[in-house]
């Protein structure tokens, strides 16, 4: 085989794309060390960024789909190389300037959203219907609060419980809210962590521009990759509202006394820190006193927790994407807190709940624990 | 002087609880007939140090203080130069590790009484050698460690001339066009600042340069070495008292690398010439004249590699990096690689790696180069990057190759010596690399064991890596920068300045007739009872720091200067004509003469142990003072060095009735602890001997034995004397005893 030649211009595009900071990677391998990949099957982020590095990407290398973006590596990296953005940067190399096969589901889903806003496929009008028995309230200029659905709960209709719990609270405490339901769309951070820029922009302008003309101030989000993108992406597109996560709102209630426990749920629950709300946000006390303040709540920890969870396996679009059975960390998560014997693994976010109901059902253990957002237990506790 | 002896007992810290000190008083006053012995419940209190003083005041000048360590409390026991002060450790090795009220620890005390007093009887205080000193301080190399060790000494209020055999001072880093950063953030090249220290360096009034000059002889010894110098044609001689040895590298040649292609293509060029180069301002391809695009950076072009250099010479990784900068400086676009074995950017360095791999041209690949070869004006560079695990290959303009340093001490060719061997054959040997004439020339001492300092294997000077840095094994000549061992800028002025205090704290201890480094209290030095001499050279090839000179009937001259007072050419005498004022063969004779040896059938065998001051003995302290218990019939005779150990002391002993001899040093080999460098390597070679001939005499060889420790290691000390005394007890009693 003839030597590989380094090749400038591709490491050139892949820094103007945003990957930057491979240039610093110094091949330590704390990256592979720490990926949850490889917990279930090789993969090597370090191997990847020297590659990036040399400009020797393999562009139809079906690895560069791999990453869920859950951060743990670029946490540890003792450079600071920001590995997602690296990661993003190839993905979007192939996304946008068409150079390699996106993977089908993927390119489905992202389709689906650029049409109708939502990965599903669902009708764009069809948004608000999850709320129809509910008696919420269209978002009206001068309401306080908007309550912006994550498209999962908004169309899955297992996952769907997650806005009605969040609903039920909101209505028993008496919060002034309201849904935009049709004139939202995709939050659309996955699509930019699967490469997709240019739609990623669209979406973002479109909710920007649906919120501001609706006059909304604060969003309440139920998924930590809205509050992410809300946060941290649209506020550089001219977004000017403020977001919180439902944890930081019920944290917040609770300790205004405004929202009252009159129930007790006596069960060991686990929580799992959902990588976009904890990593990346920081946000890892709230959904903890959250949980510690229902009455009966035995709260349990799993050996890696915080900083250092273990992703479910959902984000930079892996969501949309099929994970071989045997390959999915999740299931591990899974077993080792039904092994720690708890009875809830409380979530914070809606993409964990779909993996690990996935994870429920492959692994045969529905009857051992329950998988529930925080969101619902709450409500079962009023 | 006539000797008035004062015994001084004292029962306090455990002492009194453990022995019957009415009875050890007794030893002195029945046994050794002294008049005056008094004990004290508390004798480094004020009324016991009262009680000495008054004594002393009236006549005493020989005071045995029986208390603690001679380790502690040395500053209440001290009375002046001109009182002798024998101590004799009742605490730490008698009180704190053995049975109180026990036979066996009332005979070690008494024992170690009586020692002290033996010791106390033929002691004098030394008196100093004393000699008019020049306090003036030779730098030899006019690179940036010698401008830097200059400077210090200048600072510092000392005279110095500095030595540079090229017509300008400056050396290699004259030649750069900038050095990497040594200030936060540490991310830009900084200008060397040379032609400021220069000027610095020739305004100073206490500093003499030298320029275009060499060094054709150092005669004498430290505080009065007479130089001469050879300065365009000219002859100079300097008066000097201490000497910086800073002769700084030379590059390793990388046409020995045939792989590499250097000598082979034109534009496979070293750093150095990149350096050249680049000083003279554009980077270009020695081939066509053309400025370059794209270079490829080879790190280790021979370093950490057995066949070359064995070891990391320390700038290499930062110098690339640093030349990259050049690179991507002159051309934006330019495209630079570097080729690594392992990056070495050590402390805040790391920034600046860091800084250079933001650099968009610059790209680093761990790998090992494959080949080089030259096709269509470019070269092309393959190389297997282990990181992806298979071949990468670039075409470039250039290709620089780090090379390492090596040390200037380090000969060219090994100097080789003719000998006779003992069939009579003459047969042309090369000289060991330990030895003084194993170096390329540079100081062209008139010593006895060489022109040059000892190196060691690398050619770098025998100047220990961690307890004597800068020190060699010439004393008053010390070692800095790259000589030393392979080091950039920053790290060579930090050795600059190190050697400078050395070359500083060397002249005025000479002055005081003290010691350098490590016995610097010590005013005594060795005196050669010469009528008893023959010749036999042993004290001239022994000493580890070339005291002895030699006159043309091969009689030794020393020069007290030069001597560390380890004592290993007194245990070197074979005719034992040796001694030091309170250090001597007889001295310690007398010690072992005076060892109450009981009946074999008492079944209290004795075992004399020499313990070296530096390590073994600090740590047998320790192991006193962590209350370790050992065996009770060990005899401790703290010796300055196992080197000085004269093996007429094993067969005093063993005539005595001795039942064994156990010494115990430091470690010898490459990585030595030995404070006298070579002291405990001798000793294990002599004491094999005495074991051979032990077993000749029909005795088991078992009853000597040689350890080695180092200071920490005191919870070994009395397991050594436990197993040993094991091993006595299975061997017998010594069959001398009865005769």
């Not at chain 1, 550089?236 to 944890?247: D, M, Q, R, Y």
């Not at chain 2, 040390?407 to 003084?436: C, F, L, Q, R, Y």
């Amino acid at each position: 085989m003839s030597p590989a030649v380094p090749d400038k211009e591709t490491v050139d595009i892949i820094r103007e794309m945003g990957g930057g900071t491979l240039k610093i990677c110094y091949q330590c391998g704390t990256c592979t060390g720490t990926c949850p990949w490889n917990l279930v099957r090789t993969f090597l982020p370090r191997r990847m960024m020297h590659r990036a590095q040399l400009g020797l990407i393999d562009f139809g290398d079906k690895d560069i789909w791999t990453c869920a973006t859950c951060g743990a590596c670029a946490v540890r990296c003792p450079r600071g190389v920001e590995m997602i953005d690296v990661i993003r940067a190839m993905r979007k190399v192939i996304a946008e300037m068409g150079v390699a096969k996106v993977p089908d589901s993927l390119r489905v889903s992202v389709k689906n959203i650029s049409y109708v806003g939502n990965p599903q496929g669902e009708p764009e009008k069809e948004r608000g219907s999850w709320a129809q028995d509910l008696g919420v309230k269209p978002f009206a200029p001068g309401t306080e609060l908007l309550y912006y659905t994550c498209c999962i709960p908004a169309f899955d209709a297992k996952v769907r419980r997650i806005a009605r719990a969040t609903v039920g609270i909101l209505n028993k405490v008496g919060i002034d809210y309201g849904v935009l339901g049709a004139k939202e769309r995709c939050c659309g951070e996955s699509v930019r962590k699967s490469g997709n820029e240019t739609i990623f922009q669209e979406l973002a302008k479109g909710n920007i521009q649906a919120f501001a003309e609706s006059g909304v101030k604060r969003v309440v989000v139920n998924s930590p990759h809205c509050y992410h993108t809300f946060k941290k992406e649209y506020p550089e597109l001219g977004a000017e509202f403020e977001v919180i996560h439902l944890s930081q709102l019920l944290d917040q209630l609770i300790r205004e006394g405004k929202l009252k426990f009159s129930k007790e749920i006596k069960k060991k629950v686990i929580y799992h820190d959902p990588c976009y709300l904890g990593r990346h946000n920081e946000i890892y006390d709230e959904p903890r006193r959250v949980l510690q303040a229902i009455p009966g709540v035995q709260l349990m920890e799993f050996q890696s927790s915080r900083k250092s969870s273990v992703c479910c396996g959902g984000g930079g679009g892996r969501v949309w994407m099929e994970t071989p059975k045997e390959e999915r960390f999740c299931d591990l998560r899974l077993k080792e807190a039904i092994d720690a014997g708890a009875d809830v693994l409380a979530v914070a976010c809606p993409y964990c709940m779909l993996m690990f109901d996935d994870s429920l059902l492959s692994i045969g253990k529905e009857s051992t624990i329950e998988i529930k957002d925080i969101s619902e237990l709450v409500l079962e506790a009023l | 002087m006539a000797k008035k002896l004062g015994v001084y007992i004292c029962g306090g810290c455990g002492i009194s609880d453990a022995l019957d000190v009415d009875k050890l008083c007794g030893v002195a006053t029945k046994e050794f007939k002294v008049e005056n012995c008094k004990s004290h419940p508390f004798l480094c209190g004020e009324e016991g140090a009262k009680l000495i003083a008054q004594d002393i005041q009236e006549g005493t000048n020989t005071a045995v203080i029986a208390a603690c360590s001679p380790r502690a409390k040395m500053d209440v026991f001290n009375y002046g130069p001109s009182v002798y002060v024998e101590r004799v450790s009742l605490r730490e090795q008698v009180a704190w590790v053995h049975p109180p009220k026990d036979e066996d620890t009332q005979m070690l005390a008494e024992d170690y009484l009586r020692m002290g007093l033996a010791r106390a009887q033929k002691a004098e205080p030394p008196e100093p050698f004393s000699e008019t000193i020049d306090k003036t301080i030779l730098v030899v190399g006019g690179g940036i460690a010698g401008m830097t060790s200059a400077l210090e000494a200048a600072k510092a209020g000392y005279n110095v001339c500095l030595v540079e055999k090229e017509p300008s001072l400056g050396g290699w880093i004259a030649k750069l066009r900038k050095q990497y950063p040594k200030h936060p953030p540490y991310r830009e090249l900084e200008d060397t600042g040379i032609d400021a220290c220069i000027k610095e360096l020739e305004g100073n009034s206490k500093i003499k340069v030298f320029t275009g000059a060499e060094i054709e002889k150092i005669e004498g010894a430290p505080g009065m070495y007479n130089v001469s110098l050879r300065q365009k044609g000219a002859a100079t001689s300097l008066k000097i008292g201490s000497i910086v040895q800073a002769t700084g590298f030379k590059p390793y040649d990388p046409g020995k690398l045939e792989y590499l292609g250097y000598g082979k293509y034109k534009d496979v060029i070293t750093n150095v010439q990149m350096e050249e180069m680049a000083q003279k301002g554009k980077i270009t391809r020695p081939s066509d004249g053309q400025e370059v695009s794209s270079v490829a950076f080879i790190q280790c072009a021979g370093q950490r590699d057995p066949a070359h250099l064995a070891y990391c010479s320390a700038f290499c990784c930062m110098t690339s990096l640093k030349q990259a900068l050049y690179v991507t400086g002159q051309n934006p676009d330019a495209q630079v690689y570097i080729f690594y074995k392992d990056m070495r950017t050590p402390g805040q360095y790391e920034d600046f790696y860091k800084r250079v791999q933001e650099e968009p041209g610059v790209f680093l690949a761990k790998g090992d180069v494959k080949g080089i070869s030259e096709e269509g004006g470019k070269v092309t560079v393959e190389v297997y990057d282990v990181l992806l695990g298979e071949n990468i290959a670039v075409n470039v303009d250039l290709v620089v190759l780090a090379a390492g340093i090596v040390s200037n001490s380090m000969p060219e060719v090994a100097p080789k010596v003719e000998a006779v061997t003992p069939d009579g054959e003459k047969k042309v040997t090369e000289i060991v690399s330990d030895s003084g004439r194993y170096a390329t020339p540079a100081l062209h001492l008139q010593y006895r064991q060489g022109p040059e300092i000892p190196t060691l294997k690398y050619g770098f000077p025998d100047s220990h890596f961690i307890c004597f840095p800068y020190e060699t094994r010439r004393t008053g000549i010390y070692a800095a920068g790259c000589v030393r061992q392979p080091e950039d800028i920053a790290a060579s002025m930090d050795d600059a300045a190190g050697a400078a205090l050395k070359a500083i704290q060397c002249v005025e201890q000479t002055a005081r007739g003290q010691a350098v480094h490590p016995r610097t209290w010590d005013k005594s030095y060795p005196s050669l009872f010469m009528q008893r001499c023959t010749q036999c050279k042993r004290c001239t090839e022994e000493c580890p720091f070339g005291m002895y000179n030699e006159d043309d009937k091969f009689n030794p001259l020393p020069n007290p200067t030069r001597c560390r007072r380890c004592g290993i050419c007194m245990g070197s005498c074979p005719e034992r004509i040796i001694s030091f004022k309170d250090y001597s063969v007889d001295i310690i004779s007398s010690m072992l003469k005076v060892i109450q040896v009981p009946e074999p059938d008492e079944e209290k065998p004795r075992v004399v142990a020499f313990l070296c001051e530096n390590d073994a003995y600090p740590a047998l302290d320790m192991a006193g003072i962590n209350r370790i218990t050992y065996n009770p019939f060990i005899r401790v005779i703290p010796v300055r060095c196992l080197g000085s150990v004269n093996i007429v002391w094993i067969a005093d002993s063993l005539s005595k009735g001795i039942d064994g001899i156990l010494m115990i040093g430091c470690k010898h080999g490459d990585d030595y602890q030995c404070h006298f460098v070579k002291g405990s390597e001798l000793a294990s070679t002599r004491m094999g001997k005495v074991q051979e001939t032990l077993q000749r005499l029909v005795l088991e060889s078992e009853r000597i034995r040689v350890e080695e420790i180092s200071i920490s290691e005191f919870k070994k000390i009395p397991q050594i004397f436990d197993e040993f005394m094991e091993k006595i007890k299975s061997v017998g009693p010594n069959p001398y005893k009865e005769m």
